[in-house]
């Protein structure tokens, strides 16, 4: 069965740091990949998508994700992180095959020092 | 920019009651969803719907949920007897295509007492 993984739970960088979430998931062929973040209260913003092509994706809010095809991951970036990137970070992956659903992570909450 | 629309934003509910969730897709969507999420859990997909029919359904999505599109714009969720373990976020979803990105509305916040 399709899975997707976010092995950090939470993770702290400080203001201006850079930042990498990582995302891996678990499909025979290659899925379509997003990331999503969520603001306390509010609902799902997607930040990018990969579906073909260029491995390496850009995104809304200066965000970008890299496609490895090898490692089955779909890692989230950013050079600079804000204050206001605190929030939780979602990866998912679908619809694939028949299916029309997204499977998401269980999401990462990132947290940034001033 | 279009947006997915959801009402009401917070329902506080008792055990055994109905509710119904309504959303307000993108207007020229054809795909149609609904997720949930437990507090501190995971997003996870309710049904999808699709022609005026579900197209794929969760094993969440038991004989107490059903879904409708009553009119031309608006999508909803009925549970026809809360329980406590109901308590969630629900998010609607559209798409304009079967591989195209899914855009999320706010939220309802369910709360059963």
């Known amino acids: 069965a399709q899975s997707v993984t976010q092995p950090d739970i939470h993770i702290t960088v400080s203001e201006g740091a850079s930042l990498e979430l990582r995302c891996n998931y678990s499909y025979g062929a290659t899925p379509y990949l997003f990331w999503y973040v969520q603001s306390p209260g509010q609902g799902l913003q997607l930040l990018l998508k990969?579906?073909?092509?260029?491995?390496l994706v850009q995104g809304i809010k200066g965000f970008e994700a890299e496609f490895k095809r090898s490692q089955s991951s779909f890692n989230l970036r950013k050079p600079s992180v804000h204050w206001s990137d605190a929030a939780e970070y979602f990866c998912a992956v679908g619809p694939m095959d028949s299916s029309y659903k997204l499977i998401f992570g269980s999401g990462t909450r990132l947290l940034v020092r001033p | 920019e279009p947006e997915v629309t959801q009402t009401p934003s917070h329902q506080v509910t008792q055990m055994g009651q109905e509710v119904i969730l309504r959303c307000v897709p993108i207007s020229n969507h054809l795909y149609f969803y609904w997720y949930r999420q437990i507090l501190g859990q995971k997003v996870e997909f309710l049904v999808s719907?699709?022609?005026?029919?579900?197209?794929?359904k969760s094993e969440i999505f038991d004989d107490q949920f059903s879904v409708e599109r009553p009119d031309g714009s608006n999508f909803t969720l009925k549970i026809r007897s809360t329980k406590l373990e109901d308590s969630a976020m629900y998010f609607c979803a559209s798409s304009d295509g079967l591989a195209g990105e899914q855009y999320f509305g706010p939220g309802t916040r369910l709360t059963v007492t």
């Open positions: 990969y579906f073909s092509g260029d491995t």
């Open positions: 719907f699709y022609n005026n029919e579900i197209s794929e």
